[in-house]
């Protein structure tokens, strides 16, 4: 069965350089969640979107920006990157709003690495 | 501070061993979730629990959700090495799309 797709897998950039992360959900679900998970910690809940709009925002830094698209898959748009966000960033999907009680399918993850 | 707390934080046992990692809060949940991480991957949905005092087993693994729904405990009957990986709890409130994570609790099963 088709999972969550992430891309890319692994990331390095310079500080204050910008990164792009893109999700492809499972078909068919509409909700996507982005994820930071730093080193040993849990993972942070960053924002999340239900039929292209913005439905719930957590600990998302005002230089990160996010979106979904018309075919739902979501991109995090990261700018003057900081040797902080270092971490992995995962997307979940769900189908329908309101569906975290049933739990998440996540994507593989995309490692960040900022030099 | 932790909305989820999770206990302990590390374990390393015996292949063969019994062990229980807790997930506890001062906050009344909609659902609880646990996950099993492995380095490099994302979280697996291993099960979820919506009414309190519910318990689920998946094969070796019992989990319980408490009758006040603040808490949760997962049970690994005779741990393989299989078993090594983080383990985390998740909660979600009120019924909305907000799910926090607990710490985690990383499993080692030495063969």
């Known amino acids: 069965a088709a999972g969550v797709i992430q891309s890319p897998r692994h990331l390095i950039k310079e500080k204050r350089e910008t990164a792009t992360l893109k999700c492809y959900p499972i078909?068919?679900?509409?909700?996507v969640y982005w994820y930071q998970q730093g080193p040993g910690q849990d993972p942070q809940f960053l924002i999340s979107?239900?039929?292209?709009?913005?439905?719930d925002k957590g600990s998302i830094p005002d230089r990160f920006s996010a979106q979904q698209f018309s075919d739902y898959h979501s991109e995090l748009n990261m700018s003057s990157l900081e040797l902080g966000d270092s971490a992995l960033y995962f997307c979940?999907?769900?189908?329908?709003?309101?569906?975290?009680?049933?739990?998440?399918?996540f994507g593989s993850g995309t490692r960040l690495t900022v030099v | 501070t932790q909305l989820l707390e999770q206990s302990p934080q590390f374990l390393s046992i015996q292949e063969g061993e019994n062990l229980t990692v807790y997930c506890n809060s001062s906050?009344?949940?909609?659902?609880l979730q646990w996950y099993r991480q492995e380095p490099g991957e994302g979280p697996v949905l291993l099960v979820t629990?919506?009414?309190?005092?519910e318990v689920k087993k998946l094969k070796r693994l019992t989990f319980q959700f408490g009758d006040a729904r603040k808490d949760s405990s997962l049970h690994i009957t005779a741990a393989q090495p299989g078993d090594t990986g983080l383990y985390l709890c998740?909660?979600?409130?009120?019924?909305?799309?907000?799910?926090?994570f607990g710490a985690g609790t990383r499993l080692t099963v030495k063969p």
């Open positions: 979940a999907s769900s189908l329908g709003h309101g569906t975290a009680l049933y739990g998440y399918t």
């Open positions: 078909p068919r679900h509409d909700t």
């Open positions: 979107f239900y039929e292209k709009m913005q439905s």
């Open positions: 906050s009344v949940f909609s659902s």
């Open positions: 629990v919506v009414t309190g005092g």
């Open positions: 998740a909660g979600v409130r009120n019924n909305n799309n907000d799910m926090r």
